[in-house]
C-alpha cells in the first residue's frame, strides 16, 4: 500500500526555520519524482519544488527560492523540505507527491498529474 505521511509543520515566528519531513513506503522512492506543494487559506493549491528521480534536479517557485531547499534520501525513503526565513505569506498547508517521470521535468507536470499524495502538515507564521 502506497503511503506518504508529512510531518514537522509547527507554528513559526517570522523569520524562523522548519523542517518538514514525508516519509514514504510500499513503493521504491528512487524511481519517483518528488514534490512540495502548499495550500493557503482560501487559495489554490500552489507548486512550492521538486526534486527529479534521474539526476537530483531541484525546482522552486519563486516565492521561495533562496529559503527553502528540497531533498531526498531514497533509502531511508525520505522527502524534505528545509525552509528558512519564513515570511506570514508562507502560512499554509504543505503536502508531499509523487510522480512517476515520463520524460517531463518535474515542474513542467500539472499538479493533477502526480500519482500520490500524503495528507499535509500545516504551518503558520505568525508573531
Known amino acids: 500500500q502506497v503511503q506518504l505521511v508529512e510531518s514537522g509543520g509547527d507554528l513559526v515566528q517570522p523569520g524562523g526555520s522548519l523542517r518538514l519531513s514525508c516519509a514514504v513506503s510500499?513503493?521504491?522512492?528512487?524511481?519517483?519524482?518528488i514534490g512540495w506543494f502548499r495550500q493557503a487559506p482560501g487559495k489554490e493549491r500552489e507548486g512550492v519544488s521538486c526534486?527529479?528521480?534521474?539526476?537530483?534536479?531541484?525546482y522552486y517557485a519563486d516565492s521561495v527560492k533562496g529559503r527553502f531547499t528540497i531533498s531526498r534520501d531514497n533509502a531511508a525513503k525520505t522527502a524534505s523540505l528545509q525552509m528558512n526565513s519564513l515570511k506570514p505569506e508562507d502560512t499554509a498547508v504543505y503536502f508531499c507527491?509523487?510522480?512517476?517521470?515520463?520524460?517531463?521535468?518535474?515542474?513542467?507536470?500539472?499538479?493533477?498529474?502526480?500519482?500520490?499524495w500524503g495528507q499535509g502538515t500545516e504551518v503558520t507564521v505568525s508573531s
Open positions: 507527491a509523487i510522480i512517476l517521470p515520463d520524460g517531463q521535468i518535474c515542474w513542467d507536470v500539472d499538479q493533477e498529474e502526480y500519482d500520490f
Open positions: 526534486i527529479s528521480s534521474s539526476d537530483g534536479s531541484t
Open positions: 510500499g513503493f521504491t522512492l528512487s524511481y519517483y519524482d
